[in-house]
Every structure is written in C-alpha cells, then in structure tokens.
C-alpha cells in the first residue's frame, strides 16, 4: 500500500457534485458551450438525455438534447458567463477585414 493510498481523502475531492447550468438542443452547442467554459477556466463537461438504443425519441420526450454541467461551486459564475455568451452579438466586419491581400498600409486614400 502506498503513502497516498493510506492518506484520509480531502472533502473537497469527493463532496463536489455536478449540476445543469444549461439545458442543450444537440451536441455541438453543448461541446462548443463546454469549451468557452473551460477557457474561462470553469471545469465543464456535457451529458445526453438521449439512449443510445432509442434514438431521438428521449429528446423528443424532454425536448432538449442534454445540459453543460459544472462544479456546484463554478454553477453561478458559469451560468453569468453563458448569459453573457448567449447575450453577445457578432460586431459588424471592418473595411481592413474584407482586404483580400492583407496589405492595409498600401490601400488608395
């Protein structure tokens, strides 16, 4: 046996749980929801409603595809951020944007 096996386990690993922080219409929004977490540094995962053996008759039935889930202690500042996400509206492209060759220093005045 080892020293960390024989070590009391630290209530914070193990009283931790998951929760719901958005319900999802299909899998890449959830990846995508899932990554914009995690690169706000919010642990993130996504979990289905869906058996595998029936299809798309559980979602039809719940009328979602399945939930982002955190950490209980990231749930409120995960669910601001993806308020905030959902909230953002693209900015409209700039005239340098549509420079097909890139060079913005030898466009005509």
């Given at each position: 046996?080892?020293?960390h096996d024989?070590?009391?386990?630290?209530?914070s690993e193990t009283d931790?749980?998951?929760v719901s922080v958005r319900r999802v219409d299909d899998e890449a929004t959830g990846l995508m929801l899932a990554e914009f977490l995690r690169d706000q540094?919010?642990?993130a995962t996504i979990h289905t409603v869906r058996m595998p053996w029936m299809g798309g008759v559980e979602q039809?039935?719940?009328g979602f595809w399945g939930h982002v889930e955190v950490l209980e202690k990231d749930a409120a500042r995960a669910r601001s951020l993806?308020?905030?996400f959902a909230a953002a509206r693209p900015?409209?492209?700039s005239p340098e944007d549509d420079d097909p060759g890139g060079d913005v220093l030898e466009k005509k005045k």
């Open positions: 046996m080892s020293e024989e070590r009391e386990p630290d209530p931790e749980r998951l540094g919010i642990e039809m039935h719940r993806l308020e905030d900015e409209a492209p």
